[in-house]
């Protein structure tokens, strides 16, 4: 390439308006000339200051906070769709640089990298608080990421999106949705949680919350006991103590699930929140629906799976989750025997794909979950995938639920396909073994669901280095 | 002023110190792309509500642009286009490591902008400040200067060229002072 090419690719390439073949030509002469490399230089650093000079901004004298506060406001209202009236919170970029000293907040926040938020205010003295802090009133809204809660009173809290939370007092933190984490000292006994379906009283403990859209919270105790209020039906009272967990059930009773320590997070990510996975849900009314789909090919055909907690009654077998069969087998009556996996909350299996061809396991590209029945609720579906690298241990890669059929009536049959990719092509990379943990859905008997057929797309992973 | 109000105006002083070389590494590692002063805007946040994890005398330009990295990969992501072409991520790492200039080499490369602007023709300088300044397509140059959008085009490529040589030229200079 002639120099005089190379600068006009250059120019092309920071103008936004470089071609596919000038692309890929531009590309070979970066790789493989250390001159091109330099000119590239030259021409980043000339736009930039161009830009730089074009938006007034005197790098050597002025500090831009203000115009990040103002970027920062934009984007924030943007972002929630918060009222002009709303307050946000990271006001406190200039604030804090002229107030050093603040009155002692009643709760104080810190996020992770990534993460987007927005706080609102209802102060009722009129003044807005400073800094990255909720008073009581406050509600924060998170739509990514993780954020850090540190209360007055010593509490300490992981919250991780999506999740809408009220501070409604010094003591007492609503959590409209969301997975929290809670360790509290003994000088603050007495902490509440409350959520759509349960208020949590801390006994000295620490604990998580689930608290999601249709579907029912969860209380997971890991240290302590707490006590639990089931505000539906017959409103339940229990005491739950360290290693126990609970769901509460519609009717107001508190049900037995397995405890869960690795849903929540009890410290603040360094990295940012996985953002490029793609999940694709659909539903239809015809319990046969996506039979074609159903592939007999996959990585889990022919795998004898680990399996805990599953119902067995009517022919239901979770070995059928992976046959490749869905819609054939049935009988003509649909509905009369189980062909697939009866799910019971808290059931899982575990796929052991071994290292694969390369020794080096598998990069899984995508997945497939298929569920249906002839009555509402069980064609439902949700679940927790986890998987594990080779040598590593497991980390969860998605949670599923899934529940479009919940007004359907009784007599009618209904499917739901749930499908998982990624924008890069692969969703995990180096994958040695795979768990799915039945969750609980809305709306059917015991909150199971019938799975049909769970199929998991890969390739052994290539060593980059080629070795 | 409090230690602590004092350690919070020597950050204040960092970030902006760094801003010019942050942008140019955010332009070096999404290049023609739009949305440059959005993730500077937003490292700049996460810089800020991070701010407690900085040591004080550790390579703060490092740490600037390891979350300007994870700043790029996030909007890269959301707004990634099926069809849209680009460099490849590591072409762009190792250029980026090319490119990377300290706050001090920058200043210095403005400033020799600012002269070797002050050399340009009339005309010249106004279809730069056109270009950079208001944003605008060519064509709406066009319209006024009465020349075609091709013709401007080429003039474009061709002042480009001319402050690099110059900007290049200023910066030799300097080095070769005793």
Known sequence: MNRRTLEAHLQSLFEGCLDREGMLALQHELRSSPEARD????????????????????????????????????????????????????????????????????????????????????????????????????????????????????????????????????????????????????????????????????????????????????????????????????????????GHARFAESAGRWKKIPLRRDLFLSGLPDK????????????????????????????????????????????????????????????????????????????????????????????????????????????????????????????????????????QSLSGGGATKVTLSDESGVLAAGIEAIRFTAGHVANSVDNAFVWRELDVFGHPTVDPGGR | MDSDAKQQAEFVGQITRHQAVLRAYIISL????????????????????????????????????????YEVKSHRRKNFRPGVVSLDDDLLELLASHCEKTPEETDERLHALEACLGHLKAEERKLIEHRYFSGKSLDDFSSRSGRSPESLSVTLFRVRAALRKCINGRLALNTARP
Request: glycine share 10%; no cysteine; proline share 4%.
């Open chain 2, 30 to 69: 999404m290049p023609g792309m739009d949305g440059v002063s959005d993730v500077l805007q937003e490292s700049n946040i996460i810089l800020w509500e991070k701010r407690r994890n900085f040591q004080p005398g550790t390579n703060f330009q490092a740490w600037a642009f390891a979350i300007a990295r």
């Open chain 1, 272 to 407: 940012e929140t996985r953002l490029s996975l793609v999940t694709v849900e659909e539903f239809s009314g015809n319990q046969f629906a996506y039979a074609s789909d159903a592939s007999g090919s996959d990585l889990l055909h022919g795998l004898v799976p680990k399996a805990a907690g599953w119902k067995l009654e009517n022919d239901a077998s979770p070995l059928e989750l992976t046959d490749g069969i869905h819609g054939a087998g049935f009988q003509e009556v649909p509905g009369d025997m189980v062909q697939g996996a009866w799910t019971q909350v808290g059931a899982t299996l575990e796929y052991d794909l071994g290292a694969g061809a390369n020794g080096l396991g598998y990069d899984l590209t995508s997945i497939r979950s298929i569920a249906d029945w002839n009555s509402a609720g069980f064609g439902n579906q949700a679940w927790t995938l986890e998987v594990r690298p080779v040598g590593g241990s497991y980390r969860i890669l998605h949670t599923a639920n899934y529940h479009p059929l919940i007004e």
């Open chain 1, 39 to 242: 000119a590239y230089s030259d021409y980043l650093h000339l736009h930039n200051a161009l830009q730089l000079r074009a938006e007034g901004i005197d790098m050597l004298h002025v500090v831009p906070m203000d115009r990040i506060v103002e970027r920062r406001h934009r984007r924030s209202l943007r972002d929630a769709g918060l009222s002009a009236a709303a307050v946000l919170a990271l006001a406190a970029l200039v604030m804090a640089l002229v107030i050093a000293r603040t009155p002692p907040a009643a709760l104080t926040f810190a996020s992770s990298p990534g993460t987007v938020l927005a706080v609102s205010h209802l102060p009722e003295d009129g003044k807005i608080p400073k800094g990255q802090v909720l008073q009581p009133g406050s509600r924060l809204q998170l739509s990514r990421g993780t954020v850090e809660l540190e209360f007055a009173s010593g509490v300490r809290g992981i919250v991780r999106a999506p999740a809408d939370l009220t501070l409604q007092r010094e003591d007492l933190l609503q959590l409209a949705n969301g997975t929290a984490w809670f360790e509290v000292p003994a000088k603050a006994i007495g902490f509440q949680v409350s959520t759509p379906d349960l208020i949590l009283t801390d006994l000295g403990t620490e604990f998580g919350v689930i608290s999601e859209d249709n579907f029912l919270d969860e209380v997971h105790v890991f240290k302590g006991k707490v006590e639990l209020l089931n505000l539906s039906g017959l409103k339940e009272k229990e005491t739950v103590v360290a």
